[in-house]
């Protein structure tokens, strides 16, 4: 399922990091997607680009604190890469290189766990709507 947004989201999200850094800038589309889910899931290769982002970043104390009362919210559960992640990780890997659309690595590992957990992927991200199977919604990234 694959949706533009428009649609009501499932009550079992994934934030990739386009849609958790959109919130924390104060997104009204990424905010509403976090109010309306029951469970929302942050897989640990969005904390691995988060915290890569902050450390190049000028503001990590402000953004670590951001993040870490994000993490304390009674809805918010971080996904772990499992034995079964990485076996979608490697069936998503190479469904993408014999289509000839190889992605950036982190994100088919987003996308395995997402599909690991068998929640819906919110993004900002276009790369996702090219893995064949992925429950997500892509939200429009303003230009300009």
């Given at each position: 399922?694959?949706?533009?947004?428009?649609?009501?989201?499932?009550?079992?999200?994934?934030?990739?990091?386009?849609?958790?850094?959109?919130?924390?800038?104060?997104?009204?589309?990424?905010?509403?997607?976090?109010?309306?889910?029951?469970?929302?899931?942050?897989?640990?290769?969005?904390?691995?680009?988060?915290?890569?982002?902050?450390?190049?970043?000028?503001?990590?104390?402000?953004?670590?604190?951001?993040?870490?009362?994000?993490?304390?919210?009674?809805?918010?559960?971080?996904?772990?890469?499992?034995?079964?992640?990485?076996?979608?990780?490697?069936?998503?890997?190479?469904?993408?290189?014999?289509?000839?659309?190889?992605?950036?690595?982190?994100?088919?590992?987003?996308?395995?766990?997402?599909?690991?957990?068998?929640?819906?992927?919110?993004?900002?991200?276009?790369?996702?709507?090219?893995?064949?199977g992925l429950p997500h919604t892509?939200?429009?990234?303003?230009?300009?």
């Open positions: 399922m694959t949706s533009s947004g428009a649609e009501a989201l499932p009550a079992r999200i994934v934030l990739d990091t386009s849609a958790y850094s959109r919130a924390q800038r104060g997104d009204a589309l990424a905010l509403d997607a976090i109010a309306r889910a029951e469970v929302v899931f942050l897989p640990v290769t969005v904390l691995g680009e988060l915290e890569a982002g902050f450390r190049v970043g000028s503001r990590y104390r402000e953004n670590r604190r951001a993040l870490d009362e994000f993490l304390r919210e009674p809805c918010v559960q971080v996904l772990d890469v499992t034995g079964d992640v990485a076996r979608l990780y490697g069936q998503v890997f190479a469904s993408l290189r014999r289509a000839g659309t190889p992605l950036p690595v982190n994100d088919i590992w987003i996308a395995a766990t997402t599909l690991g957990c068998g929640a819906h992927l919110v993004t900002f991200d276009e790369d996702f709507a090219r893995i064949d892509l939200y429009p990234a303003r230009r300009g």
